[in-house]
T-cell receptor, first 115, second 114 residues
């Protein structure tokens, strides 16, 4: 079974500093990887996704992630964060089964941007 | 264009009661998935429906059931509610049922069981 591990439960960072949110996954088959953001009392919004091709994926709001197959990682990065980036971030992988699929989420990383 | 809509937004139920949560997918989307998000945790997969058939099921008890209607909207039913069922229930829709398809999430239904 696939699993997703987000290595940091909370990441405090100062405004305009760079940030990296770490994600590792376990899978024996090809995977599709996603990062979602969740603002308080909101649903999830897709930041970016890796399906195939270039291992460096660019998403919305200046975020990017790099797929590393040998290290089974999909870390999220932003070179300069803003106060408005404060939110919960979830790494996810999709898994096939029964003619459909399911998405496995990590436990989340709370990014807190300080002024 | 309307996104994924869920109703109600908030709900309070008593232990042992039954609850029905509703989800309307984005127009044209044929796949709906349900997730349970307990406070402080990531969403946990409950069901996926595609073309009105169940295509995936997570590790939830039989008290949880769902269905998808001909217009692709969906209901999640939970019987014999327990305190531990208190959570944010998220619905996501996608165009097709493939695992490489982006899912669009609704804002969720906050269920509190007392």
């Amino acid at each position: 079974a696939q699993s997703v591990t987000q290595l940091d439960s909370q990441v405090p960072v100062f405004e305009e500093a760079p940030v990296e949110l770490r994600c590792n996954y376990s899978s024996s088959v090809s995977v599709y990887l996603f990062w979602y953001v969740q603002y308080p009392n909101q649903g999830l919004q897709l930041l970016l996704k890796y399906l195939s091709g270039s291992t460096l994926v660019k998403g919305i709001n200046g975020f990017e992630a790099e797929f590393n197959k040998s290290q089974t990682s999909f870390h999220l990065r932003k070179p300069s964060v803003h106060i408005s980036d404060t939110a919960e971030y979830f790494c996810a992988v999709t898994q096939s089964g029964g003619g459909g699929f399911k998405t496995i989420f990590g436990a989340g990383t709370r990014l807190f941007v300080k002024a | 264009d309307a996104g994924v809509t869920q109703s109600p937004t908030h709900l309070i139920k008593t232990r042992g009661q039954h609850v029905t949560l509703r989800c309307s997918p984005i127009s044209g989307h044929k796949s709906v998935s349900w997730y349970q998000q307990v406070l402080g945790q990531g969403p946990q997969f409950i069901f996926q429906y595609y073309e009105k058939e169940e295509r995936g099921r997570g590790n939830f008890p039989d008290r949880f059931s769902a269905r998808q209607f001909p217009n692709y909207s969906s209901e999640l039913n939970v019987n014999a509610l327990l305190l531990g069922d208190s959570a944010l229930y998220l619905c996501a829709s996608s165009l097709v049922g493939g695992k490489n398809t982006e899912a669009f999430f609704g804002q969720g239904t906050r269920l509190t069981v007392v």
